[in-house]
């Protein structure tokens, strides 16, 4: 199913720089240059909209974000800003936007965060979301793509160990322990086969070495 995205910019030469970005990842795009063009829409069933903050004309930024969640409290949204950063981005995250963005800011950040809420927007029960891998608890298969990633038991246990500690470090020998069991016997370089065979089928992953101690999912 197509994702269907309404970005609100009144700089031209910046919305279609970045509706072209979008469009590229195949992204149905609705550009609107002020809130007074955008306004009439906001009850239609759309994945994201994207926001800018100062909007030429009465209705700005705020005025849509307060609009969209009263006819859609579940609505995506996306903010931009170049005024005060610290003061808009406590304003548009108190009114129930999902993320904010300052201006300037980079085409490939944006893409970023749009795949990032997307990725949570879609998550369902007894699945989780990491990058763009879709990870199901219960059949215990990853799709990427919807291109289904094969793993072992034992490298699937592991991705779950990274996965419920995220950001945290993680000793090898909690891995070691997790994985085989208190009672292994047996060289702890296992740890690192399994790691490097789960890094080379999910690319993705963004594990850190900690040099003598573990690892951290970023």
Same mark, same amino acid.
């Given at each position: 199913? =197509?994702?269907?995205?309404?970005?609100?910019? &009144?700089?031209? &030469?910046?919305?279609? +720089?970045?509706?072209?970005?979008?469009?590229?990842?195949?992204?149905?795009? !609705?550009? *609107?240059? %002020?809130?007074?063009?955008? @306004? $009439?829409?906001?009850?239609?069933?759309?994945?994201?909209?994207?926001?800018?903050?100062?909007? =030429?004309?009465?209705?700005?930024?705020?005025?849509?974000?307060?609009? /969209?969640?009263?006819?859609?409290?579940?609505?995506?949204?996306? *903010?931009?800003?170049?005024?005060?950063?610290?003061? %808009?981005? +406590?304003?548009?995250?108190?009114?129930?936007?999902?993320?904010?963005?300052?201006? $300037?800011?980079? $085409?490939?950040?944006?893409?970023?965060?749009?795949?990032? /809420?997307?990725?949570?927007?879609?998550?369902?029960?007894?699945? @989780?979301?990491?990058?763009?891998?879709? #990870?199901?608890?219960?059949?215990?298969? +990853?799709?990427?793509?919807?291109?289904?990633?094969?793993? =072992?038991?034992?490298?699937?246990? @592991?991705?779950?160990?990274?996965?419920?500690?995220?950001?945290? $470090?993680?000793?090898?020998?909690?891995?070691?322990?997790?994985?085989?069991?208190?009672?292994?016997?047996?060289?702890?370089?296992?740890?690192?086969?399994?790691?490097?065979?789960?890094?080379?089928? @999910?690319?993705?992953?963004? /594990?850190? !070495? #900690?040099?003598?101690?573990?690892?951290?999912?970023?």
């Amino acid at each position: 199913m =197509t994702v269907k995205i309404y970005y609100v910019e &009144d700089e031209k &030469d910046l919305s279609e +720089i970045i509706r072209k970005y979008l469009a590229r990842e195949n992204y149905d795009v !609705t550009v *609107f240059y %002020d809130g007074e063009s955008a @306004m $009439p829409h906001i009850a239609d069933q759309v994945d994201l909209w994207i926001l800018d903050i100062m909007l =030429t004309g009465e209705i700005d930024g705020f005025d849509l974000i307060q609009s /969209i969640k009263k006819v859609n409290p579940e609505a995506a949204i996306i *903010f931009t800003s170049a005024r005060d950063q610290a003061l %808009d981005k +406590i304003k548009g995250l108190e009114l129930g936007s999902d993320d904010y963005l300052a201006k $300037p800011y980079s $085409p490939r950040e944006l893409i970023l965060r749009v795949k990032a /809420i997307l990725n949570r927007k879609n998550a369902r029960p007894g699945h @989780m979301m990491y990058s763009e891998y879709t #990870i199901s608890l219960d059949s215990r298969e +990853i799709r990427h793509n919807d291109q289904l990633i094969e793993l =072992t038991n034992k490298e699937f246990e @592991m991705l779950l160990v990274f996965l419920k500690n995220k950001q945290q $470090p993680i000793e090898r020998q909690m891995l070691l322990e997790s994985i085989w069991g208190k009672n292994y016997v047996g060289s702890d370089r296992v740890v690192d086969d399994l790691l490097r065979r789960l890094r080379a089928k @999910m690319p993705l992953l963004r /594990i850190e !070495t #900690i040099y003598g101690y573990g690892y951290r999912l970023l």
